[in-house]
């Protein structure tokens, strides 16, 4: 069946610089995206979504983007923090389908 | 507003056993989610339930089989367990499907 995968595995970055986490989906009938952060031990974390009549979606230090001609999906840390330090997941849905996970990509920060 | 709670967070059983994890959703959630998180296969989707019913169901094994109650509190159980069982199990929940679902903690199931 299709799935979400990720283009990165790992990605490192210097503390104080934009981080960019990419996707990519292969299921064109998806309209709903997530971005969860998990850290070690922990469960997944929500954090920011958008839907598939937007393009651009803006939380607090973070950007999702959705390409839809291409399917796909990014998610941009502004002013990148140790503590953001993690595996982030993309996760795609569509209708009342259930969220098909990405793989993840570890962001490790360097201070 | 508390979060997602799992029980028990870790547990050890042996290879033929059965198993039931809990989770309770954050109050006012009327769905609830089932993940295993494996190192191997990452999130894979177990099955979904919303009031009581179950709406989907990944590509599990009937093994694997799970409920929800009157009050939105769910449980999973896992008969005969294999070596492979051995996951990281996630629950989630939301207010209704196909909406931003938040995460518990997990059951860490190491099958010996």
């Known amino acids: 069946g299709e799935s979400v995968g990720l283009h990165l595995p790992t990605l490192s970055v210097q503390e104080g610089d934009n981080s960019i986490i990419n996707c990519a989906y292969s299921n064109s009938a998806s309209d709903y995206f997530i971005w969860y952060k998990q850290e070690s031990g922990k469960g997944p974390q929500f954090i920011i979504d958008?839907?598939?009549?937007?393009d651009k979606r803006q939380g607090q230090r973070v950007t999702v983007l959705l390409n839809k001609t291409v399917k796909h999906l990014s998610l941009q840390i502004a002013a990148t923090q140790p503590g953001d330090s993690a595996v982030y997941f993309c996760?795609?849905?569509?209708?009342?389908?259930?969220?098909?996970f990405g793989k993840g990509t570890r962001l490790s920060v360097i201070a | 507003k508390a979060g997602v709670t799992q029980t028990p967070r870790y547990l050890i059983k042996t290879r033929g056993q059965q198993v039931t994890l809990s989770c309770s959703p954050i109050?006012?959630?009327?769905?609830v989610s089932w993940y295993q998180q494996t190192p191997g296969q990452g999130l894979q989707f177990l099955f979904e339930?919303?009031?009581?019913?179950?709406?989907n169901k990944g590509n599990f094994p009937g093994r694997f089989s799970g409920r929800q109650f009157s009050n939105s509190r769910s449980e999973m159980n896992v008969s005969t367990l294999e070596l492979g069982d051995s996951a990281l199990y996630l629950c989630?929940?939301?207010?209704?499907?196909?909406?931003?679902?938040?995460f518990g903690p997990g059951t860490r199931l190491t099958v010996t």
């Open positions: 989630a929940s939301s207010l209704v499907i196909n909406n931003e679902q938040y």
């Open positions: 958008i839907r598939s009549n937007m």
């Open positions: 339930y919303f009031s009581e019913t179950q709406r």
């Open positions: 996760a795609e849905t569509s209708g009342n389908t259930p969220l098909v």
């Open positions: 109050s006012g959630h009327r769905s």
